[in-house]
């Protein structure tokens, strides 16, 4: 069962701010673009319809990023993401970014996203369901 995946992305001109450094707000749009791209290589989809007509979906609750050192317009970044902690209800990922080349990091963040049912606009916090379970593992 998986417990990482690492993707590879492109900093563009439009993520970097006028010294040309990736703004901050993008490493959280960089952890959601690995966190669904493990979910597509795991075959599962991010929003789920049920047959009872509502739907399953994954809320953020928390979402941190530090900085450590600058990506600019052109660098590749790898960000590997590690499934931390997984419960009955939530799941917590860490996100490494690292400029390609270098050892050190450039930012570690964190996303702790939980399983929630929608019917209704009503939103309820839900079990995760098993064929998520079964397929997602906790990194050691």
Not at 67 to 95: G, H, N, S
Request: with cysteine; hydrophobic share 35%.
């Amino acid at each position: 069962m998986p417990s990482t995946h690492t993707i590879t992305r492109r900093v563009e001109f439009s993520e970097t701010d006028l010294a040309g450094i990736m703004h901050f707000s993008n490493f959280f749009r960089y952890m959601e673009s690995a966190e669904h791209d493990f979910y597509r290589r795991l075959g599962l989809k991010l929003v789920t319809e049920c047959a009872d007509g509502s739907s399953i979906g994954w809320p953020r609750v928390s979402a941190t990023c530090d900085y450590k050192r600058p990506l600019k317009f052109q660098d590749e970044v790898d960000v590997t993401l590690k499934v931390a902690k997984k419960t009955e209800k939530a799941i917590t990922y860490e996100f490494s970014f690292t400029k390609k080349g270098e050892a050190d990091e450039a930012a570690h963040g964190a996303l702790t996203v939980v399983c929630c049912s929608f019917r209704g606009g009503r939103v309820q916090a839900t079990l995760i369901p098993k064929e998520f379970d079964e397929k997602i593992e906790i990194a050691v």
